[in-house]
């Protein structure tokens, strides 16, 4: 189907994913701004992603883990009991900005200003206004920068000093690709995770059989498979673009070069030649046909970070109460398109 904006919008599960496969048809180049790693193609997508992998791999971050349970556990420990909670904004926002400037050494008087451009961000995406947007991405972008001029007149090492130092094509970015690497890790990160975890709050708290067999205790790998399962039931990561690179024929419709192209994960996720019941809950079942985090080259880098963030995060919710309900005087409400998810997930903590 195509939208009112021309864009060719694919929404089942076949379609999405042969589209993600084949980057060579489908390219990731749309933005008139430099996004680094996945806005790239070919050998520069290659490249900067050998070179940037290794920043969000198991092994490095390992180390990290231990002060990300602090901070999840010291965030919910101040929390009122009985009392309204928002879920995505007072618990996942303040997680999401607390232990990714802990990851990346960037300084705690941030928060506010993190905070603030979280919800400008999601304002602007809701609005569809271009010019909105990218002042909110400058805004960003301006923080980024603060963020470098200290850290270069520091020896500091951390994850932002290390960047600094990253090469490709034996040269050290330059301050573009640097600020871009930041915006992708950070600012896309910063509102995708407290939009998980609203999700994920609500799912817990409207299903309190599900809730006491997480209580009970269940290995990591299981507790992703969950996390993975309600994000699939109800994706906040909406849809990414692509423009064709060359005629290609898709389900039946033949697509011109340089048609532009959305890829739906919302929909594709909820496909029911997939899954026969959308809504029923098969964590393991279901693993192999997940869309959550993209497929083939271009999927997202940072869900081992991600899925990391959101495990502590719910065992940290679990570990720290007797019980997670819906506030029965505020309903939770949805978000607006394009933005997927919960806008506010009022609950209460006993």
């Known amino acids: 189907m195509r939208n009112d904006r021309g864009e060719w919008v694919l929404l089942r599960h076949d379609l999405v994913r042969r589209a993600a496969l084949d980057d060579l048809s489908f390219s990731s180049e749309v933005s008139r701004f430099l996004q680094v790693p996945n806005g790239l193609d070919g050998s520069m997508h290659t490249e900067f992603r050998e070179a940037l992998d290794p920043f969000l791999a198991p092994a490095a971050l390992a180390p990290h883990r231990a002060e990300f349970e602090r901070i999840a556990a010291a965030l919910v420990r101040s929390m009122p009991r009985g009392a309204s909670v928002e879920a995505v904004g007072e618990i996942g926002a303040a997680f999401a900005v607390r232990a990714q400037s802990a990851w990346l050494g960037w300084p705690a008087e941030l928060e506010g200003r993190l905070l603030a451009w979280i919800k400008d961000n999601h304002a602007a995406t809701r609005s569809g206004d271009r010019v909105r947007t990218a002042r909110v991405a400058e805004e960003f972008d301006d923080i980024i920068r603060s963020v470098l001029a200290r850290r270069r007149a520091t020896t500091l090492i951390d994850v932002t000093g290390e960047l600094l130092r990253v090469r490709v094509h034996g040269r050290e970015l330059v301050d573009a690709e640097i600020v871009s690497v930041l915006r992708n890790w950070t600012g896309g990160d910063l509102g995708s995770i407290a939009s998980c975890v609203g999700v994920l709050v609500h799912h817990l708290a409207s299903r309190p059989e599900l809730q006491s067999r997480l209580r009970e205790g269940v290995l ?39 048609a532009p192209v959305k890829l739906h994960w919302t929909s594709a996720n909820r496909d029911d030649c997939v899954f026969s019941d959308p809504d029923a809950f098969d964590p393991a079942g279901h693993a192999s046909d997940n869309l959550v985090y993209g497929v083939g080259r271009h999927a997202c880098p940072g869900r081992l970070l991600a899925t990391l963030e959101l495990r502590i995060a719910v065992r940290a919710l679990l570990a720290g109460t007797t019980s997670i309900t819906l506030d029965p005087n505020r309903p939770a409400e949805r978000e607006v398109a394009p933005v997927g998810g919960w806008a506010r997930v009022p609950v209460l903590l006993n």
Do not use: H, M, Q
Not at 225 to 253: C, K, M, Q, Y
């Open 220 to 258: 990591d790998a299981e507790l992703d498979l969950v996390i993975d399962e309600v994000l699939r039931i109800d994706d906040p990561f909406v849809s990414n673009r692509r423009v064709t690179t060359r005629a290609v024929d898709l389900g039946g419709v033949r697509l011109p070069a340089g």
